[in-house]
């Protein structure tokens, strides 16, 4: 178990079971509270409940959000996950998000995408890793949850349907559905991707579902964020899907997020975090407005080409992007090669970049 909510605990006699369910209503109780009385700890079931809570995956911090590298030939190129994964973790990263935002999974077959869970598992040992189920009909992303679970996969993020749109209703239930892995879910909220976006009574009402660790909010509505923070709190997992947000978010009392940017420049999202964590707030606006810089060149048109485009001249692997991306125009590949640069000029002697792949 991984959350809070009714425990399906299995007792052999009445008697049990009527133990249990006192317990069960007993732990509810705190997991709807923000603080907790003296009488508190002199119950059994209080110390059942931090027990259990201290087993759950708990997603906070800078979360990479990987591309699916291609090869020329559009094929999908393994190793170059393998590298972009090595190349993470002498970066400082800790966790990653694989076939999420970036990760171009709804170009890819379902054994494609099983390939690359198997390939990012080979490489993870020592990171949180995520994988995005947000393609196919909702059976198959079942599928997909099954089988990164059976990977060891920490969570799988999930999304509302795109194009049919849905009731919160309807996305309740499919959530719902979708626990029935029993795999811990990160709720992603993305009203450009899936025209349609959640409220802040559906997300609560999500967070009560015992699979469910966190959000990614991608809408950019920073009141929506206060309250899902004042409505979920922790252990909740309030992450950002906007990287010019991270700093913001986390000053509200988010917990992180998933960021393309930290694809290519996760050495200035670790030192971000690191900062906020000691109060070195000088340097943190540095790193902020540094990922700014890229941030604002990567979602002009076709992410994530801009993305691979800034990959490529640190010399990682990324390739091509499938249909329907193709290539940006040359001014806007210019923009992020600028961009680049000026990050690296920005941050000299503030931030130590992977020497094996040098800012072009």
């Not at 790193?287 to 076709?302: E, F, G, M």
Request: net charge neutral.
């Amino acid at each position: 178990m991984w959350r809070h909510g009714p425990m399906k605990l299995r007792t052999a006699s009445a008697l049990g079971q009527s133990w249990a369910a006192w317990i069960i209503s007993t732990v509810d109780r705190f997991t709807m509270r923000r603080s907790y009385s003296l009488t508190d700890y002199f119950q059994p079931a209080f110390y059942y409940y931090k027990w259990r809570m201290s087993f759950m995956y708990y997603p906070r911090g800078v979360i990479s959000s990987m591309v699916t590298c291609f090869n020329s030939d559009g094929s999908v190129d393994l190793a170059g996950v393998g590298e972009n994964i090595k190349f993470q973790k002498k970066a400082g990263i800790k966790s990653i998000c694989v076939l999420g935002g970036t990760g171009e999974a709804a170009a890819m077959t379902v054994e494609e995408r099983h390939a690359v869970m198997e390939e990012t598992m080979r490489h993870a040992d020592g990171l949180k890793v995520t994988f995005g189920v947000l393609a196919g009909k909702p059976a198959e992303i079942l599928e997909d949850i099954k089988k990164a679970k059976s990977l060891g996969a920490d969570a799988c993020m999930v999304m509302a349907p795109p194009f049919v749109r849905p009731s919160a209703a309807d996305v309740e239930n499919l959530v719902k559905y979708y626990a029935t892995a029993h795999q811990p879910l990160i709720i992603f909220n993305t009203p450009s991707r899936s025209a349609f976006s959640m409220s802040a009574d559906l997300i609560e009402r999500l967070n009560r579902i015992e699979e469910v660790v966190g959000i990614k909010d991608s809408s950019g509505d920073m009141a929506l964020a206060q309250e899902i923070r004042v409505r979920c709190p922790h252990p909740y997992g309030l992450l950002t899907g906007g990287d010019n947000l991270y700093f913001i978010t986390r000053a509200l009392g988010g917990d992180g997020g998933i960021l393309a940017s930290a694809a290519a420049i996760p050495e200035v999202c670790v030192a971000l975090d690191e900062a906020l964590e000691v109060g070195d707030y000088e340097k943190a606006r540095q790193c902020h407005y540094a990922i700014k810089l890229l941030d604002d060149v990567l979602y002009t048109a076709s992410h994530p080409v801009p993305l691979k485009t800034a990959m490529k001249l640190r010399g990682l692997p990324a390739g091509i992007c499938r249909p329907p991306f193709t290539v940006i125009t040359k001014e806007h590949e210019n923009q992020v090669i600028a961009a680049m640069r000026q990050i690296r000029k920005n941050l000299d002697g503030i931030v130590n970049f992977v020497e094996e792949y040098p800012i072009g």
